[in-house]
């Protein structure tokens, strides 16, 4: 008999990505998000619900298995809101399902718990992560994953996965902001863009997630790093994406100690400005562009059996490629 899947956030970019990859795994699923138009489009049963409000337990009833994908990710915002919906909701669903007798709990988490104005390379899951944390955002999110891995049980395995950067054709948050660049034809690069970045193929993310389910009993209680395995400097993956975009795009070199303090200049106003609107840019993007990261594959190689298998090429030519109009 096939597993039943519920899925969190599922008219996110990974969501949907998910929601199809578990289909063709011989998964059932239901799938719960925000976006009704969206949800009614993935062909399973979809619930628009509000993890922080709403009743969770139906969501849960009669599933074996939570991929829980739905978060506030975004590099600005207020710290209650990051509380409520990365760390109370988070904590709402978890109790549902152990309540539910569910057998699993796949958790997406953030690598940016690592990120400080630093190169970092190689970090494996055993790394010290930063002190302080980059933003709420992260704050949030490491403490929703601790939360996760604790519930861990022999009857309830709990996962917390922790993908770099990735990258798809319903992507709302990387390929929109780098596209407005090129709209602009402009385009502000900290320092001399070496910094290594390792975005992550969606179509490897969402093979991650469905091994974690898989080997449950070896992963139970585990954080573990999922990237592309294929660092690129930032200078040379913009590079790739603009030309695949057919655009020409011209960089502006700023230093990395000005970009992080005009950055902070900006979010300093922002705060003060009615509905603490984002500003055009923050010491959070300044860093993720600045200073490099990359991420030891060891544990999930071991536990999951998973390594990636799509290059930075084969990636952004799917994202764009497979891209709908209204992600434009």
């Known amino acids: 008999m096939s597993r039943h899947a519920l899925v969190t956030g599922a008219t996110g970019g990974l969501g949907r990505a998910l ?57 600005w915002g207020r710290r209650d809101m990051f509380q409520r919906i990365n760390v109370a909701a988070t904590d709402r669903l978890l109790r549902a399902a152990q309540a539910a007798e569910c057998q699993a709990f ?16 190689g970090l494996s899951e055993d790394s010290p992560v930063a002190n302080p944390f980059a933003n709420d955002y992260v704050a949030t999110k490491y403490a929703a994953e601790q939360i996760v891995l604790a519930a861990n049980a022999p009857d309830f395995r ?52 469905i091994a974690a389910d898989r080997h449950r009993e070896d992963a139970g209680g585990q954080a573990i790093n999922i990237s592309g395995g294929d660092p690129r400097p930032v200078r040379e993956l913009l590079d790739l994406l603009f030309a695949r975009m057919g655009a020409v795009v011209r960089y502006k070199a700023v230093p ?28 959070y993007t300044i860093m993720t562009l600045a200073y490099s990261q990359t991420l030891c594959l060891d544990r999930a190689k071991a536990l999951l059996g998973w390594t990636p298998r799509h290059r930075v090429e084969a990636m952004v030519d799917h994202a764009l490629q497979a891209r709908e109009p209204d992600n434009a």
Not at 110 to 120: F, G, L, M, Q, V
Request: a neutral charge; hydrophobic letters at 45%.
């Open 19 to 75: 929601v199809g990859a578990l289909i063709d795994d011989g998964y059932r699923v239901t799938a719960t998000g925000r976006d009704a138009r969206i949800g009614a489009t993935l062909g399973v049963p979809f619930a628009a619900a509000d993890l922080v409000t709403d009743p969770v337990e139906p969501l849960t009833d009669g599933v074996d298995v939570v991929f829980h994908l739905a978060a506030l990710s975004s590099p």
């Open 106 to 121: 796949i958790h997406a988490s953030t690598p940016s718990i690592y990120a400080e104005r630093r190169n970092r390379i």
């Open 158 to 209: 709990t996962v917390a996965l922790r993908p770099r950067a990735i990258v798809g054709p319903h992507d709302t948050v990387l390929l929109p902001r780098l596209m407005r660049a090129a709209a602009r034809g402009r385009f502000p690069l900290p320092g001399d863009g070496q910094a290594l970045i390792e975005p992550t193929d969606v179509r490897d993310a969402t093979a991650a997630f």
């Open 256 to 283: 990395i100690p000005l970009a992080l303090a005009v950055a902070g200049a900006m979010e300093h106003v922002a705060a003060l400005l009615p509905g603490r609107p984002e500003p055009p840019a923050t010491r």
